[in-house]
């Protein structure tokens, strides 16, 4: 048999796992330096615990254990933390940040190949909630991808409480029924806003919601889209969001990270446990997204506890190629150098280890090397 990977996954080589891990480190510095405290769960979940939190992604993984029960490899990390919060970590005061570098498991497209196995960063704060609490985790985001070596990029955010309040209203008011609404989302999800225009000029949608719902997701820009969006949807009461997210942008701004940052309510994530705050990152080059993330308040309360909660996840394979694309030099990122070779003389090798030892003191990397001679 011809030992290969299996489909979707492969071998790391020691050049790109220094790479990777260049850009590691210094993400989680970063993250460290915000007070977020490293986590990690478990590989394999129990497949109905992680449905009880929301919809999952694709997993393409599932087993059963010696004692029948259905796990899957994780496909995000957000719901095990949220699981293990609830569990756990319930009575522990408030708020909790965590960051974590961890692999999921998806069926997914990727730039290049159909893989299988991510490796993601990401941050999970517990317990906030406010604008505030969504700066946070936007600023954060913008720190962390410029610790990732990134020159270009944008996040693009939103409220998800607009649309939704769109849709119900036109539940009420419209003729149009529950899985209408369930395939706008689902167009919304997959950023496919023709088949969202077609489905708002549906006759059974009431003509004001359809002009507000065609509308709404060509509207962005800076402070200017969210007022513009306001004077779209004020008339039919459909503004859940709004105001926090007005107050979120003029943090960030007066912050000086506005130049990483633009309001876009077409923004809309694939993972439908989100309850205010959404956004998106992404770097010139590529067509999908760097990463994600958004608050999510009731999560928590499908595992029997309650906290408001937000945070992000991106990809390190993503990165990697936006690295490529803006030709950043791998070495700069977490500050790289080479390694001193030390020559190892067999009549005293005792020299050669304590000088190879007075290097690394000095934070050189060092190597005991056989002269060429001798080889």
């Known amino acids: 048999m011809i030992p290969v990977t299996p489909r979707g996954f492969k071998d790391i080589l020691p050049e790109e796992a220094r790479w990777r891990e260049s850009i590691t480190i ?16 478990p590989t394999l979940e129990v497949l109905e615990v992680l449905e009880q939190g929301g919809q999952l992604t694709k997993t393409p993984f599932r087993l059963f254990d010696a004692d029948g029960t259905l796990l899957v490899l994780r496909p995000d990390v957000t719901l095990p ?9 319930e009575n522990i005061t408030k708020p909790l940040r965590f960051r974590y570098v961890q692999s999921v498991f998806r069926e997914e497209e990727s730039l290049r190949a159909q893989s299988r196995e991510f490796t993601q960063i990401g941050v999970e704060s517990i317990g906030l909630s406010g604008a505030a609490a969504d700066a946070e985790v936007i600023l954060l985001l913008v720190e962390a991808l410029k610790a990732c070596g990134l020159k270009e990029f944008t996040v693009a955010f939103c409220t998800v409480g607009v649309l939704r309040d769109l849709l ?26 023709v088949a969202v225009k077609r489905l708002a000029n549906d006759a059974r949608v009431e003509a004001r919601y359809a002009t507000a719902l065609r509308g709404l997701l060509e509207v962005r820009g800076g402070r200017g889209a969210i007022e513009a969006c306001r004077q779209l949807v004020e008339p039919l009461g459909c503004v859940d969001g709004l ?23 077409s923004v809309m994530s694939a993972f439908d446990y989100y309850t205010g705050l959404v956004f998106e990152a ?31 996840a991106f990809g390190l394979e993503r990165v990697m190629h936006a690295l490529l694309e803006q030709e950043v030099d791998v070495d700069a990122i977490a500050g790289s150098s080479g390694i001193d070779e030390v020559i190892l003389d067999k009549a005293d090798p005792i020299a050669a280890f304590r000088r190879a030892a007075e290097l690394r003191c000095q934070g050189k990397p060092a190597v005991l090397a056989t002269a060429r001679e001798e080889c």
């Open 168 to 193: 119900d209203a036109c539940l009420r008011e419209g003729s149009v029924d529950d899985s209408w609404r369930s395939t706008v989302l689902a167009a919304c999800h997959e950023n496919n806003l």
């Open 243 to 265: 105001d926090v997210l007005a107050q979120t942008y003029d943090i960030i701004d007066q912050l000086g990270a506005s130049d990483h940052v633009t309001v876009d309510f």
């Open 282 to 312: 992404y770097a010139p080059g590529l067509g999908v997204p760097l990463g994600s993330g958004g608050r999510y308040d009731r999560m928590l309360e499908s595992y029997g506890a309650s906290a408001p909660a937000a945070g992000f």
């Open 81 to 89: 933390i949220a699981r293990k919060v609830a569990s756990r970590l």
């Open 26 to 41: 210094g993400v989680q510095k970063v993250l460290s330096s915000w007070g977020y405290a490293p986590i990690e769960t």
